[in-house]
């Protein structure tokens, strides 16, 4: 993979790109390269962080933009304290249970989220669940191979494909505008010769 192409392309789009934006991308696009994502599926997962990160490409807490926020998060949401952390937001309990097992029984990872739930926001354990977790469908019980079919269709088709897998994160919410990202880092991973 031709990363400066790559990332060429993505500052063609989107502008500048901070530093730890650079990091971000660089991080997942290892993942991705380590357990050979398809092109399609790769491309959702990389509008769907840039979306649910407020494009830092790092990983958040749910409403960190709110003032006092852990006091917040404390009294409005009834996982507390298992709210949203990561890339893409793992939620409740039985989410942080699973992944802990998944690091431990697959990855040999003895890490227990559900004893320190911040751990999920270290960018290295929050990659994992990203991939893993669209990939088996731990958000919603939807999955990426529900709706990514892996053939290079055109823009209409694809952008139709990325519009019905945002059900794997949150439903139907900004659904076009995180797809039409989509379709951009599908661009720039063609660009770079990605999978190729």
């Not at 994160?169 to 990605?194: M, T």
Request: no cysteine; charged share 25%; glycine share 8%.
């Amino acid at each position: 993979m031709n990363r400066p192409a790559f990332f060429a392309a993505v500052r063609s789009a989107f502008g500048p790109l901070a530093a730890t934006q650079v990091a971000g991308f660089t991080l997942i696009l290892d993942q991705a390269e380590r357990v050979k994502t398809p092109l399609d599926r790769l491309s959702y997962m990389l509008a769907t962080t840039y979306w649910e990160t407020g494009r830092t490409m790092q990983p958040v807490a749910e409403a960190n933009w709110i003032k006092n926020a852990e006091a917040w998060r404390k009294t409005h949401l009834r996982y507390w304290p298992f709210y949203g952390r990561g890339y893409v937001q793992l939620t409740w309990d039985y989410n942080y249970k699973k992944a802990s097992d998944y690091f431990r029984t697959v990855l040999g990872i003895n890490v227990d989220f559900v004893k320190n739930p911040e751990l999920v926001m270290r960018p290295e354990y929050a990659v994992v669940i990203l991939f893993v977790g669209m990939e088996q469908g731990w958000f919603t019980g939807k999955k990426l191979a529900d709706y990514m079919d892996g053939i290079d269709e055109g823009d209409v088709e694809d952008l139709r494909e990325m519009i019905e897998a945002r059900r794997i994160i949150n439903g139907v919410d900004k659904k076009v505008e995180i797809g039409k990202i989509g379709l951009v880092f599908e661009k720039a991973l063609r660009a770079s010769g990605y999978g190729q």
